[in-house]
């Protein structure tokens, strides 16, 4: 070993040793600091306690609600939920309030989860399938099921709603479906029909479709003749039917009938206008007076539907009644509707307060 070497070797082992020391003197002095913000034994004991009971608190907040809720509802359970989907990445406020950011986290959910229906409902099915992302710790992108947007306004009365898979989603002359909105889970109930042939109109939504069957089945058990006439209705079908509408009858007078494109609960696929064989398969007001019309007036309710222009609030919903059009809601906004003889503008405003 040459001289220069040596004296290398010298020079390297001397940093190590200085880096040692360097970090023995941090690591006491940490313990000098932890020691001085600890204070007492008896401190460090009562913060350990503190943090151990902290613990169990965190689980419980993110379990999942066992009720049902939907837009509108308030409290605890909501909390709950939002934690949940702010855990797995949904960057909504927790509010409380089932508003419509929490509806916008439960689509578009259910849209990423191949075996749930898309509804913006907190209900069974949903409840599970965010039950196993939870303890999977399963990652999802928000926003790939449906991309949040806020409700943009297309003219001086009217905005384009940001979520049409919303089953409480509010089509009206102000609120209209995007140009572009087709549901994709389309199908045609298995229910009976006063025509033949396969026409786009005898489809509905999945989840409004599996709800008319069974409405229709428990009708046919009371020896009741129901048939459904129209259900879902593109955005260019409607334009065609207006503006026909217009010519004929002007367009402040066929506004009161029809809707303008965009503005139409047909264009959702939750809506089915329903008559029977008395009125001759028609969409008239004495359907309401019908067996038909009186049992769907007292029942639909149970299947998730309304009757969503009821008599005496063309004021509220800007359509004269029609006893014969009905609109999937599902059943606990449907019951109260219902039953307390309000309209879905009613409804939405309560609860939302808006
Ligand atoms: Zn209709």
Redesign the pocket.
């Known amino acids: 070993m040459s001289y220069k070497q040596a004296v290398h070797i010298l020079i390297f082992t001397s940093l190590l040793l200085m880096l040692a020391a360097c970090n023995t003197s941090n690591n006491n002095s940490s313990v000098i600091e932890n020691m001085n913000d600890t204070g007492t034994e008896n401190e460090n004991e009562v913060k350990e306690e503190a943090v151990e009971e902290e613990e169990p608190e965190i689980v419980k907040e993110l379990s999942l609600p066992s009720d049902v809720l939907q837009k509108g509802d308030q409290g605890q359970s909501v909390d709950e939920l939002q934690n949940v989907l702010i855990h797995i990445g949904y960057e909504i406020t927790d509010s409380s309030l089932y508003d419509n950011e929490t509806v916008w986290a439960i689509t578009d959910f259910q849209l990423q989860t191949e075996n749930l229906l898309a509804t913006g409902l907190y209900d069974e099915e949903t409840r599970l399938e965010l039950e196993t992302v939870l303890d999977n710790e399963i990652s999802l992108t928000p926003g790939v099921g449906l991309a949040f947007v806020e409700e943009e306004q297309i003219d001086e009365d009217t905005k384009t709603i940001s979520n049409p898979y919303d089953v409480l989603a509010l089509i009206n002359k102000q609120h209209a479906l995007p140009a572009d909105y087709e549901p994709i889970d389309l199908v045609v109930p298995d229910v009976r029909f006063p025509f033949v042939e396969d026409l786009p109109k005898k489809q509905m939504r999945k989840v409004a479709a599996d709800a008319l069957e069974k409405m229709f089945g428990d009708a046919d058990l009371e020896s009741l003749d129901l048939f459904a006439q129209?259900g879902f209705r593109s955005y260019e079908r409607q334009d065609v039917l207006f503006a026909a509408y217009v010519s004929n009858h002007g367009e402040e007078q066929a506004n009161t009938f029809s809707a303008k494109p965009g503005e139409s609960?047909?264009q959702s696929g939750l809506?089915m206008?329903v008559t029977s064989p008395q009125v001759n398969y028609a969409l008239v007001t004495e359907f309401g007076e019908t067996e038909e019309g009186i049992w769907l007036q007292e029942n639909a309710h149970k299947y998730g539907f309304i009757i969503r222009y009821p008599e005496g609030k063309e004021d509220i919903t800007g359509y004269q009644y029609?006893p014969w059009?009905l609109r999937y809601v599902g059943i606990k906004a449907a019951t109260e509707i219902m039953e307390r003889g309000i309209t879905l503008e009613e409804y939405l405003e309560e609860k939302l307060n808006k």
Request: no cysteine; aromatic share 0%.
């Open positions: 129209s609960e047909h809506t206008d029609e059009h």
